[in-house]
């Protein structure tokens, strides 16, 4: 057996009398992102990702620039759907045939390219890509050139959110909720939180079912619903230019129970339905509830729940007294009381209906969160500003929005209609295909033994079922 290897052939353990050799020689191949070809579909059909890239200001000279910073913008979020969340990654990811397809590059080998020493790489490399992250708005220099819009982005993660919804809904529930986004340097912004024991940032998201509106930013020393008015009362203004007569909820968990956006909320006609903390105050008025339930826990070793209705004011925050529903649980060893405060009135959503059918499914957010941080990176903050962490939330989170409309539109009805982005990218993008180019056609040749080779095809028959593609050939 021999054991030297050269450039041009590697050999492995033989098979009985047989040789096993490799050699790269596969030529254009893109080795595990065959998939972004379907979530190339949907920013194409959308149109959301040039319109991201639309809320950047590129003042680099165009004479000299070969990456436009549509590229750069496509090519950074395309890559944190593929798994890559590192700039590091794209010196390699840079040579992907079917990354440049997806990006918007016309010459997918980087052939064409003027500079010898670029020919080859199709695509930006790390350092031309961190320039999206280096702006200074006002300080425009050599290196800080590219700047982005902050305003625009939020306005449009709403716009998508909506777009995202074909016919006017019966209403929009809004789900608020924050995270810890753990920091292990010396970021701008960064505080200790004593609940969650760290140095971190304290993001706030909002989501209308699996739609991602608000991705925010925001330094760990403060309330949980700081600046929540003020993004509902964004939020709430773009849908009712779009929607003026839907109906608007605003669900969360008590740590946005606040007087501010309970009474914004009475004040602009919209309903809510929030945790609220537990005190002695509440725990007495159910007191009796609550023994009860305790000793028939003990009776029959099983959980025991009622729920009950109080009007309810503290004594000094709230302007008013609020319908409050009580859950009164006892579960073996211990008691479980629970609040939820509501604008909606009870002759609408009796008590058990408000807590455990509306409440509760504000639970399916966190796996939402999870989707961000997990799979796509959103806690990757840790570059030195918060300009630049919170413009890393926002790839991250027009990477998940793109995944979002491919699982809402083109895997429904399959058996990935509820996965979440990790298993997507793994099951659909994660795989090989050879790419051969020609000048009529770009062929991608998939593996002949890829198992869901019919699900792929379904994903894709659905999308251009939604949004037929206009130059697709009649027959």
Known sequence: ??????????????????????????????????????LREVAEQTGWVERFAGCFRDGRDAKRTEHTVAELVAQRVLGIALGYEDLNDHEWLRDDALLALAAGKTDLTGEQRPRERDRGHALAGKSTLNR?????????????????DPAAIESLLVDCGLEAQPEVPERVVLDFDTTDDQLHGHQEGR???GYYRGYCYLPLYVFW????????????????????????????????????????????????????????????????????????????????????????????????????????????????????????????????????VTSLPAER???????????????????????????????????????????RLWF??????LI????????????????????????????????RLSVRRIVISFSSVYPLQALFATALANLQRVSPQPNAPAH
């Not at 999206?132 to 050139?145: D, Q, T």
């Not at 509306?358 to 918060?386: H, P, V, W």
Request: charged share 30%; with cysteine.
């Open 1 to 38: 057996m021999r054991t030297d290897c050269t450039s041009d052939q590697l050999e492995f353990q033989g098979l009985g009398r047989r040789q096993v050799v490799g050699r790269f020689d596969a030529g254009q191949a893109s080795s595990d992102g065959g998939g972004l070809v379907l």
């Open 404 to 435: 979002a409309q491919l699982r809402r539109l083109g895997l429904e009805g399959t058996e990935l209609a509820r996965a979440q982005a990790g298993t997507i990218r793994l099951r659909l993008f994660k795989i090989a295909a050879l790419v």
């Open 132 to 148: 999206l992250e280096l702006g200074r708005p006002g300080e425009p220099s050599r290196y800080h050139r590219i700047d982005h």
């Open 209 to 340: 079912g699996d739609r991602l509106l608000v991705a925010k930013l925001r330094t760990a020393n403060q309330d949980a619903s700081a600046g929540a008015v003020e993004e509902l009362a964004r939020i709430v203004g773009q849908i009712r230019r779009h929607w003026p007569k839907v109906e608007i909820w605003i669900r969360a968990d008590s740590g946005f129970a606040r007087e501010a956006l309970m009474a914004w909320c009475e004040a602009n006609g919209v309903e809510f339905v929030l945790g609220l903390a537990r005190n002695a105050r509440l725990q007495r008025a159910i007191g009796r509830e609550l023994h009860e339930a305790k000793e028939r826990c003990e009776a029959t070793g099983e959980a025991v729940r009622s729920f009950v209705e109080l009007p309810y004011r503290t004594k000094k925050t709230w302007s008013r007294a609020r319908r409050v529903v009580a859950k009164a649980e006892a579960l073996p060893g211990k008691a479980n009381p629970r609040f939820v």
């Open 396 to 401: 991250a989170s027009m990477a998940y929005v």
């Open 191 to 193: 505080f200790f939180h």
């Open 349 to 391: 959503y009796d008590a058990r209906t408000l807590y455990e059918t509306l409440y509760c499914a504000r639970g399916d957010m966190e796996n939402r969160i999870k989707e961000q941080q997990l799979d796509l990176f959103a806690d990757r903050t840790s570059t030195a500003t918060m300009r630049a962490n919170q413009l």
